[in-house]
C-alpha cells in the first residue's frame, strides 16, 4: 500500500490543522497507508533567497525533507488559510524542498506523487479557500491532487478529547480524502 507523508502547513504547537492531520494520518492507517507524520517546525528553513542558495547551498533541514518526501509515494496536507491563500511556512517549505539537485531530476520529491489536502479553521468555510491555492502550486510543482478535499469549519469544535472528529459527516469527508489519497498513490507508485 502507499506510503504517506503527513504534515500541517502551520508550526504552531496547538494548531486546528496539526490535529486534522494527526486524525487523517489515523485513518490513513486503517485504510492500509504506512504514514510517516512530521512537524514543519522540525526542518527550519531561511526564507527562500536565491542568494542564500548561491551562497550556502539548501539549508540541512531542506536536504532532510527532501530525502524524507523523495522516498514517499503521497502527501497528506492540512493547511490553514492565511487571508484567503497558502501559509507563508509552507510555501517556503515547498520552494527550497523544489530545488534542483545534482544528480536527481527536476522537482523529484515531488513529481509524480499524489497529495490529499486538508483544512481546519475556526470560520465557517473551514480554510477551503486557501486549498485552492495549494492545490495549484502543488499541481504546478508535479504532484497528482486527488479531486477530493475537505474542510473542517469551526475546527476549534470539532475535535473530542482523544483528537478524534466528533463529526461524522466531517469525519466521512475526510475519510473520502484519505482513501483516494491512499488508493490513488498505491497505483500510480505500482506503474
Known amino acids: 500500500m502507499a506510503k504517506l507523508i503527513a504534515f500541517a502547513g502551520s508550526a504552531r504547537r496547538e ?3 496539526r ?10 492507517t486503517a485504510h492500509g ?3 510517516t507524520l512530521i512537524e ?10 536565491g542568494d542564500i542558495e548561491e551562497s550556502d547551498g539548501a539549508p540541512d ?5 527532501y530525502d524524507l518526501m523523495k522516498g514517499q509515494d503521497g502527501l497528506l496536507l492540512a493547511c490553514p488559510e492565511y487571508n484567503s491563500s497558502i501559509t ?5 517549505t515547498i520552494d527550497w524542498v523544489s530545488r534542483p539537485r545534482e544528480g536527481d531530476p527536476p522537482l523529484a520529491a515531488f513529481t509524480g506523487k499524489t497529495a490529499g489536502l486538508l483544512s ?3 470560520g465557517q468555510l ?10 495549484s502550486i502543488l499541481g504546478s510543482i508535479g504532484l497528482h491532487v486527488v479531486p477530493e478535499q475537505a474542510s473542517v469549519p469551526r475546527a476549534h469544535e470539532a475535535f473530542d478529547e482523544s483528537g478524534a472528529l466528533r463529526d461524522s459527516g466531517v469525519a466521512g469527508r475526510v475519510e473520502r480524502v484519505v482513501k483516494q489519497l491512499a488508493e490513488t498513490a498505491s497505483r500510480l507508485s505500482a506503474s
Open 33 to 35: 497507508a504506512t504514514v
Open 88 to 92: 507563508p511556512l509552507l510555501k517556503n
Open 61 to 65: 533541514s531542506a536536504a532532510r525533507l
Open 120 to 122: 481546519a479553521s475556526p
Open 19 to 28: 490535529r486534522l492531520v494527526h486524525a487523517a494520518a489515523a485513518m490513513a
Open 126 to 135: 473551514g480554510g477551503m479557500r486557501g486549498l485552492v491555492h495549494v492545490r
Open 40 to 49: 514543519l517546525r522540525d526542518f527550519p528553513m531561511p526564507l527562500y533567497n
Open 15 to 17: 494548531s486546528l490543522n
